[in-house]
T-cell receptor, first 113, second 110 residues
Framework: EPEVTQTPSHQVTQMGQEVILRCVPI?????FYWYRQILGQKVEFLVS????????KSEIFDDQFSVERPDGSNFTLKIRSTKLEDSAMYFC???????????FGQGTRLTVV | GESVGLHLPTLSVQEGDNSIINCAYS??????FIWYKQESGKGPQFIID?????DKRQGQRVTVLLNKTVKHLSLQIAATQPGDSAVYFC?????????FGQGTELSVKP
C-alpha cells in the first residue's frame, strides 16, 4: 500500500538553528500539506502546497517557515531559526486529484533545546 | 469562524461494547467531515468521511452520523476491540485543508 514517508523520525536541535524536515508524498498525489501537533494537543494546519506554490498557510506559518518541492518526489519544511515553542510532531500529508482523503506520514518529532 | 470541538477528552469502554464519540462544529457552511484515528506515535489515519448531503454513512464496524440542525456529528464503533484504542479526531475538510478538533482518547478494557 502506498504511504507517505517522513525523515528523520526524531530531530533534536539547538534553539536558533535551522532544521529541514523531509517528506516523500505518495507518488501520484498532487496536493501536499504540513501539520504540527504539540504534545497532548490537536493537530494544526500549517501550509498547503499545490502546483509548486503555497495555496494556503496558517498564522503559525510565519517568515521562519518555508516549504519546497525540490524534485518530483520530496517535499520539505524548513524552519530557519528554531524556537523552543517549535517543539512538536510535524506531519506531512498528501492527497490525490479529488483532494479529499489525506494520507499522513508517521511524523517527525522535533525537539528544540 | 473555523471551529471543531469534541465533547469529552477520554472515553473508556469494555471490549465488545459499542463506542460513541461525539463532535460539534460551529460553521453551518461546513459540508465535509472526516474522522481520523491516531495511534500512539503515528500519524492520523482516515476512518470514514461524510458530506453534508448525507445524515449517515457506514463503514466496516463504524458509522458516522451527521446532524446539521444542531451541528453535531458522531462516530460509532461497533463491538469495540483493543485495537481500537487510540485518539479519535473529527476534522472539517475545507478544500483539502483539515481543521481538527481536540480529540477523544478511547481506551478499551479487556
Amino acid at each position: 500500500e502506498p504511504e507517505v514517508t517522513q525523515t528523520p523520525s526524531h530531530q533534536v536541535t539547538q534553539m536558533g538553528q535551522e532544521v529541514i524536515l523531509r517528506c516523500v508524498p505518495i507518488s501520484n498525489h498532487l496536493y501536499f500539506y504540513w501539520y504540527r501537533q504539540i504534545l497532548g494537543q490537536k493537530v494544526e494546519f500549517l501550509v498547503s502546497f499545490y502546483n509548486n506554490e503555497i495555496s494556503e498557510k496558517s498564522e503559525i506559518f510565519d517568515d521562519q517557515f518555508s516549504v519546497e518541492r525540490p524534485d518530483g518526489s520530496n517535499f520539505t519544511l524548513k524552519i530557519r531559526s528554531t524556537k523552543l515553542e517549535d517543539s512538536a510532531m510535524y506531519f506531512c500529508a498528501s492527497t490525490g486529484l479529488s483532494n479529499t482523503e489525506a494520507f499522513f506520514g508517521q511524523g517527525t518529532r522535533l525537539t528544540v533545546v | 469562524g473555523e471551529s471543531v470541538g469534541l465533547h469529552l477528552p477520554t472515553l473508556s469502554v469494555q471490549e465488545g461494547d459499542n463506542s460513541i464519540i461525539n463532535c460539534a462544529y460551529s460553521n453551518s457552511a461546513s459540508d465535509y467531515f472526516i474522522w481520523y484515528k491516531q495511534e500512539s506515535g503515528k500519524g492520523p489515519q482516515f476512518i470514514i468521511d461524510i458530506r453534508s448531503n448525507m445524515d449517515k454513512r457506514q463503514g466496516q464496524r463504524v458509522t458516522v452520523l451527521l446532524n446539521k440542525t444542531v451541528k453535531h456529528l458522531s462516530l460509532q464503533i461497533a463491538a469495540t476491540q483493543p485495537g481500537d484504542s487510540a485518539v479519535y479526531f473529527c476534522a472539517e475538510n475545507t478544500w483539502g485543508k483539515l481543521i481538527f478538533g481536540q480529540g477523544t482518547e478511547l481506551s478499551v478494557k479487556p
